[in-house]
Every structure is written in structure tokens, then in C-alpha cells.
């Protein structure tokens, strides 16, 4: 399966600032989901994005899906030092395994 | 906690050893996941199980290392020789039969091979 590829790698930002993250990927993916895996931690599921231009929202999170299904985006209003962490996009692969992107480190400054 | 257990948490053994991995899964889901995860990188597909049968391999899973869920239920990750490059987290994951692809991992098992 097709890796995704996600950017920035790293973001280091002041509390209360705002923090995007992006998921591309060469190919239309039948879905993306969004992890995030705190430090030391394991991955935590997020959420699921299926429809083309999809928006979906949790709370200070805001996720979208691209028209063409090729890129995903998650967007975090007013980071808190509770958001630190690693966000990982995923798709599914051809035998229902998820394709990692190498994730989005986020640190976040008090 | 997503309900996916796994034991132990922290394993250290020394190059050659043995070591074997356990993964309990959410009782109600019949798809059971093995990845790797580096440092610095997002986690590694490694073999798949449907109830108690493996139906997919990564070519990441060398001749050392062998999986088994015998009877549908909890699976186990066995890596024979270790080696230094096998240090790793190893994740389980769990997911029931449906049209979503999300998965529930577990707390991994951190492997260092001195």
C-alpha cells in the first residue's frame, strides 16, 4: 500500500497558538483515520474520515478530508500542553492493516 | 484504556534469546494486528489474524519471528534469536468485522535487545 506522507515533521508552538498538521497522499484513499500517541505512550484512535470533503469536530479539533481524496488535515485551536504528542494519519491497506504516515511531533510551550 | 491488553509491558533480553509476546484483544473483535513501531517513526504492519487464522504476513516478519492465535482469542508474538535490530515497541491491535478500518492498540510491549 501507498505510505501517506504527513508535514511538518516537527511543530513547536507557544500555548495557545494554533497547530496544523497535513496528510498527502498520491493516491484516493477510501478513508483516513487520525491517531495520536502521546509520549511513551501507544496510539490513541481520533477519529475517521470517509466522504470526500468531509469536516469533522472534536471540540478544539478539527479534521477535514480533501474533495479529490488524496489529503487530510487536522487543525487544533488554542493548543494546550495536554495536546503534546505525535499525530499520525493512517489508511487502510488492502488487507484492513493501516499504513502509517511517520507522523507529526507537536510540542507545546506553557 | 481501549480494552486491548498486552504483556509484558518492558521485556530486555539479551542477543539470541527468546521472547515471546502476549496480546488480548476486545473479546468481540475477530481481527487481531501485530505492528512495529521505532522511534521516530509510525507503527509497522506486521501480520494479521481472523479469529484463529493468520491470513497476511509483512515481509518485515522474518523466518524468526512467528505468530499464533489458537483459538480466536488472545495471539502470541514469539521472536527467536533476538536480535539488537529487534528492539522495538510491539503493538496489538483489535478490530471487529464492519465497513471501518479503526483499530483499538493496546499498550504495546517495549522490547530492548542488548
Known amino acids: 500500500g501507498q505510505q501517506v506522507m504527513q508535514i511538518p515533521q516537527y511543530q513547536h508552538v507557544q500555548e495557545g497558538e494554533d497547530f496544523t498538521t497535513y496528510c498527502n497522499s498520491s493516491?484516493?484513499?477510501?478513508?483516513i483515520q487520525w491517531y495520536k500517541q502521546r509520549p511513551g505512550g501507544h496510539p490513541v484512535f481520533l477519529i475517521q474520515?470517509?466522504?470526500?470533503?468531509e469536516v469533522k469536530k472534536q471540540k478544539r479539533l478539527t479534521f477535514q478530508f480533501g474533495e479529490a481524496k488524496k489529503n487530510s488535515s487536522l487543525h487544533i485551536t488554542a493548543t494546550q500542553t495536554t495536546d503534546v504528542g505525535t499525530y499520525f494519519c493512517?489508511?487502510?491497506?488492502?488487507?484492513?492493516?493501516?499504513?502509517f504516515g511517520k507522523g507529526t511531533k507537536l510540542s507545546v510551550k506553557p | 484504556d481501549t480494552g486491548v491488553s498486552q504483556d509484558p509491558r518492558h521485556k530486555i533480553t539479551k542477543r539470541g534469546q527468546n521472547v515471546t509476546f502476549r496480546c488480548d484483544p476486545i473479546?468481540?473483535?475477530?481481527?487481531l494486528y501485530w505492528y512495529r513501531q521505532t522511534l521516530g517513526q509510525g507503527p509497522e504492519f506486521l501480520t494479521y489474524?481472523?479469529?484463529?487464522?493468520?491470513?497476511?504476513k509483512s515481509r518485515l516478519l522474518s523466518d524468526r519471528f512467528s505468530a499464533e492465535r489458537p483459538k480466536g482469542s488472545f495471539s502470541t508474538l514469539e521472536i527467536q534469536r533476538t536480535e539488537q535490530g529487534d528492539s522495538a515497541m510491539y503493538l496489538c491491535?483489535?478490530?471487529?468485522?464492519?465497513?471501518?478500518?479503526?483499530?483499538?492498540f493496546g499498550p504495546g510491549t517495549r522490547l530492548t535487545v542488548l
Open positions: 493512517s489508511h487502510g491497506g488492502s488487507q484492513g492493516n493501516l499504513i
Open positions: 493516491t484516493t484513499l477510501s478513508n
Open positions: 474520515l470517509v466522504k470526500s470533503g
Open positions: 473479546s468481540e473483535h475477530n481481527r
Open positions: 491491535a483489535s478490530r471487529a468485522t464492519g465497513r471501518t478500518d479503526t483499530q483499538y
Open positions: 489474524f481472523q479469529n484463529e487464522a493468520q491470513l497476511e
